[in-house]
Structure formats: structure tokens, C-alpha cells
């Protein structure tokens, strides 16, 4: 009965098999459409962040320096700012996929209906094994995650050969100057030096927004973004794809093929589910005994 069960739920996982069906999508092929298909909404996720965003961004890399480049760590920065938005989307993708696993092997349980205490131990034992894979899962691509969101590889081979490969020009952003005297968009600095750290980031804040050198060192970062955050984002669906085969998907079907039937022998639920077999077993000879008195009976009866 176990084994019957474990061909069948590797049967509607992987196929390849004489015997697949053909009414009907199983599991399997749910789980691939899945993947190819609704993980390309990665691709449609943000690759950059706000002009404004940018220039203040790239004010604070300097801090009390003065602003004559965009510091390297702002790629960094950005990008580990869009990647983290990526996160909670790539976990529920791969929920996604469990739900689908556990779906399958509740669809499989059905071969054990007549075995009503067997088939819910064995599904409970693959469930826990579900779970279990899940988190390593998730774990292993949340840890992708972090690491590009701590380095950006501009030596990536699609990325030296990007559009971008000239080299990146930018240019010097002063929009603080003398008490009263007007900068290049015309604006007067602020006249109380007495006012509180909030009012100040902020009247400051507004001032950098509007200007020129700054919008322009915030368009080269952008396009630098961009450019990058493409290529990363099909690393991303390459590698999500990857991680829920390998560590998922594959983990389960180990654990199915060569440690389920292991575990049930070795659980404290053996005896109950010999008894629940055994009785069942019963009722079969019983009826087979009755089925062969009836036939003897018939043939009696057409004897005469």
C-alpha cells in the first residue's frame, strides 16, 4: 500500500512514466507552469528608485564631504534598497509552490481511503517534510538576496558589456553658499542659522532637489541602476527557479522515496496501523470465503 502510494506521488510529480494521465493536469505540471510563468512577475518588479530618492541618497554617501562624485557605495545602496522589496513577493512565491506539494499529496492520499489512519500518517509525515524543506528554501534565497544586496558586481560579464561600459561622468553639487546670496536656481540660502535639525534637512532637502548638477548625478545613477537591477533580476528568477527544485522540491522526493517508509515502520503508530490493515485484510477473506460459498451454492443450484 505504501509503495503504491509513493509511485503515485512520484508519478503525478515527475512523470516520465507510460502511465501518466492524460484527463487531467497533475500536480506536476502545475508546479512547472508555475514556475515559468508566474516568477516572470520578477520582472516586472521596481529596478530603481525616485529621482529624489537618488539625490538624497547620494547627499547622504558624503555626509559632511563635499559632493564631487557618486560614491560607489551608492550603487550599494540603491540597489540593496530595491532588493529588499523583493523579498516578501519571492517567500510567498515559494509558499506558493508548497501549497501545490501539499495539495498533490493530499490528492495522492486518496489511493488510501479504505486506510483511513495510514494515509493520514503518511500524509502528515510528508507534510512535516514539506515544511521542513520550505523554510530551508526560503532561507537559501533570502541568503541569495542578501548577498546582492551587499554587493553589486559591476565586473558582471553583462554588465561590463552594457551600454554604460564609456565610463560615468558626473558633476559637482554646491547649493549652499554666503548669507544672502542667490545660487544658480535662483533660490535664497536659508536666513535663520538658529533653526532645529528637522526644518533645516528639510528646507535643504528641497533645495537639492531642484538642483541641476544634482538631478543630473541622480539620472547617471538611475541609468546605472537600471542597467543593473536587469541583469540581477534574471539572476534572481534563474537562481528562485533553482533553489525550489533542488531544495524543495527534490528534498521531498527523497524524503518520500527512500526515508517514508522508513520512518512509518520505526513510528510509535506501527502497531495502530498493522490492526487498521489487519482488519481490513479480515473483511477481504471474509468476503472472498462468502463470495466462494455463494458461487458454490449457485452451482448447486444449477446442477439440479
Same mark, same amino acid.
Given at each position: 500500500?505504501?509503495?503504491?502510494?509513493?509511485?503515485?506521488?512520484?508519478?503525478?510529480?515527475?512523470?516520465?512514466?507510460?502511465?501518466?494521465?492524460?484527463?487531467?493536469?497533475?500536480?506536476?505540471?502545475?508546479?512547472?507552469?508555475?514556475?515559468?510563468?508566474?516568477?516572470?512577475?520578477?520582472?516586472?518588479?521596481?529596478?530603481?528608485?525616485?529621482?529624489?530618492?537618488?539625490?538624497?541618497?547620494?547627499?547622504?554617501?558624503?555626509?559632511?564631504?563635499?559632493?564631487?562624485?557618486?560614491?560607489?557605495?551608492?550603487?550599494?545602496?540603491?540597489?540593496?534598497?530595491?532588493?529588499?522589496?523583493?523579498?516578501?513577493?519571492?517567500?510567498?512565491?515559494?509558499?506558493?509552490?508548497?501549497?501545490?506539494?501539499?495539495?498533490?499529496?493530499?490528492?495522492?492520499?486518496?489511493?488510501?481511503?479504505?486506510?483511513?489512519?495510514?494515509?493520514?500518517?503518511?500524509?502528515?509525515?510528508?507534510?512535516?517534510?514539506?515544511?521542513?524543506?520550505?523554510?530551508?528554501?526560503?532561507?537559501?534565497?533570502?541568503?541569495?538576496?542578501?548577498?546582492?544586496?551587499?554587493?553589486?558586481?559591476?565586473?558582471?560579464?553583462?554588465?561590463?558589456?552594457?551600454?554604460?561600459?564609456?565610463?560615468?561622468?558626473?558633476?559637482? !553639487?554646491? +547649493?549652499?553658499?554666503?548669507?544672502?546670496? /542667490?545660487? @544658480?536656481?535662483?533660490? $535664497?540660502?536659508?536666513?535663520? =542659522?538658529?533653526?532645529?535639525?528637522?526644518?533645516?534637512?528639510?528646507?535643504?532637502?528641497?533645495?537639492?532637489?531642484?538642483?541641476?548638477?544634482?538631478?543630473?548625478?541622480?539620472?547617471?545613477?538611475?541609468?546605472?541602476?537600471?542597467?543593473?537591477?536587469?541583469?540581477?533580476?534574471?539572476?534572481?528568477?534563474? !537562481?528562485? +527557479?533553482?533553489?525550489?527544485?533542488?531544495? /524543495?522540491? @527534490?528534498?521531498?522526493? $527523497?524524503?518520500?522515496?527512500? =526515508?517514508?517508509?522508513?520512518?512509518?515502520?520505526?513510528?510509535?503508530?506501527?502497531?495502530?496501523?498493522?490492526?487498521?490493515?489487519?482488519?481490513?485484510?479480515?473483511?477481504?477473506?471474509?468476503?472472498?470465503?462468502?463470495?466462494?460459498?455463494?458461487?458454490?451454492?449457485?452451482?448447486?443450484?444449477?446442477?439440479?
Amino acid at each position: 500500500l505504501v509503495q503504491l502510494f509513493i509511485e503515485d506521488f512520484h508519478l503525478k510529480l515527475f512523470g516520465n512514466s507510460e502511465r501518466v494521465n492524460f484527463k487531467a493536469l497533475d500536480f506536476g505540471a502545475v508546479i512547472n507552469h508555475k514556475l515559468y510563468t508566474d516568477l516572470q512577475k520578477v520582472l516586472e518588479m521596481p529596478t530603481c528608485l525616485k529621482e529624489e530618492e537618488l539625490i538624497l541618497l547620494i547627499a547622504n554617501e558624503h555626509g559632511v564631504r563635499n559632493i564631487l562624485s557618486i560614491p560607489s557605495v551608492s550603487l550599494e545602496a540603491a540597489c540593496g534598497s530595491i532588493l529588499e522589496s523583493y523579498i516578501d513577493p519571492l517567500q510567498s512565491f515559494v509558499d506558493s509552490v508548497t501549497d501545490l506539494l501539499i495539495s498533490g499529496v493530499a490528492e495522492t492520499g486518496n489511493l488510501l481511503e479504505s486506510y483511513p489512519y495510514l494515509k493520514s500518517v503518511l500524509v502528515r509525515f510528508i507534510n512535516e517534510a514539506i515544511d521542513e524543506a520550505t523554510v530551508e528554501t526560503k532561507d537559501m534565497l533570502n541568503k541569495h538576496i542578501q548577498a546582492e544586496m551587499m554587493y553589486c558586481n559591476i565586473y558582471n560579464y553583462d554588465f561590463k558589456n552594457s551600454k554604460l561600459k564609456e565610463g560615468i561622468l558626473c558633476n559637482p !553639487v554646491k +547649493i549652499w553658499k554666503a548669507f544672502g546670496e /542667490l545660487n @544658480k536656481d535662483g533660490e $535664497e540660502e536659508i536666513a535663520n =542659522s538658529d533653526v532645529d535639525l528637522s526644518t533645516s534637512a528639510e528646507y535643504i532637502s528641497d533645495q537639492l532637489v531642484k538642483n541641476t548638477p544634482a538631478k543630473g548625478n541622480s539620472k547617471i545613477l538611475s541609468e546605472i541602476v537600471v542597467e543593473y537591477m536587469q541583469i540581477i533580476q534574471k539572476q534572481i528568477v534563474d !537562481v528562485t +527557479i533553482k533553489y525550489i527544485m533542488c531544495f /524543495l522540491v @527534490k528534498k521531498v522526493s $527523497e524524503f518520500v522515496k527512500t =526515508s517514508l517508509l522508513v520512518k512509518l515502520l520505526s513510528s510509535d503508530n506501527l502497531k495502530s496501523l498493522m490492526e487498521e490493515c489487519e482488519r481490513d485484510f479480515s473483511i477481504r477473506e471474509e468476503m472472498v470465503a462468502t463470495c466462494a460459498e455463494l458461487e458454490e451454492a449457485v452451482n448447486a443450484v444449477h446442477s439440479f
